[in-house]
């Protein structure tokens, strides 16, 4: 788990960007935001993800929580490794911007976000995650979910599509495009990843407050 950071100076999103995140979260309780990092950024974190799928260093994820985790690629099919400060270059600077995202949900909503915990993410081409929410029925420390992927030349025909089943509403497809970012709270909204037909990166994280 990574402890909040000093935010950085470079990268950083205006505040306008973090606005229309804080309103959107407000009025409907998710939102996605193309061009939220460097391409630079990205396509070093995307370099630093396949690193580590190339080196066998990503790990089946787990199901469930405590002594009920358990490996289910039937349910969940990606491989992750947890980010911590001090990794990397890339990483810091990731983490350095989301701080300053939390920073702007903590102004914007009060929601009293602590810390943030953050994994890459990669699913082989047929790997998916079925319906889920992303917070614990006996831990309700996520808050809000962010994720950024990391993927370039991303085309609709590739699928590996977040589905989002907003409650009362028709359900919402956002397309992994690299450097595009999708948050929405944890609680709330029901989601999937649907199987694409190459690699799909990300960053998936949880912005928690204190338990």
Known sequence: MTRSHSPALFDAPGDEQ??????????????????????????AL?????????????????????AAR?????VRGDRIQW????????????????EMLRIALNRGLFLGLDEYESHFACY?????????????????????????????????EHGGALRLHPEGLSTR????????????????????VLPATRDRMSLTGWFRRRS
């Open 18 to 43: 973090h606005r229309r995140i804080v309103d959107a979260i407000n009025d409907h309780g998710w939102t996605e935001q193309d061009n939220f990092f460097p391409p630079d950024l990205t396509l």
């Open 173 to 192: 497809d956002i397309s992994p495009v690299g450097s595009r970012l999708a948050v929405f709270l944890s609680a709330d909204m029901l989601h999937e």
């Open 70 to 74: 358990s490996l289910q690629p039937d």
């Open 124 to 156: 082989a081409p047929g790997a998916s995650y079925q319906r889920h929410r992303d917070q614990f029925l006996d831990d309700d420390s996520r808050t809000v979910s962010a994720i950024v992927y990391l993927n370039a030349d991303w085309l609709p």
């Open 46 to 66: 995307a370099l630093e993800c396949a690193e580590l799928a190339t080196a066998g260093m990503l790990t089946l994820a787990l199901v469930g929580q405590g």
């Open 83 to 98: 980010v911590e400060a001090g990794q990397s270059e890339a990483r810091d600077r990731y983490l350095a911007i989301m």
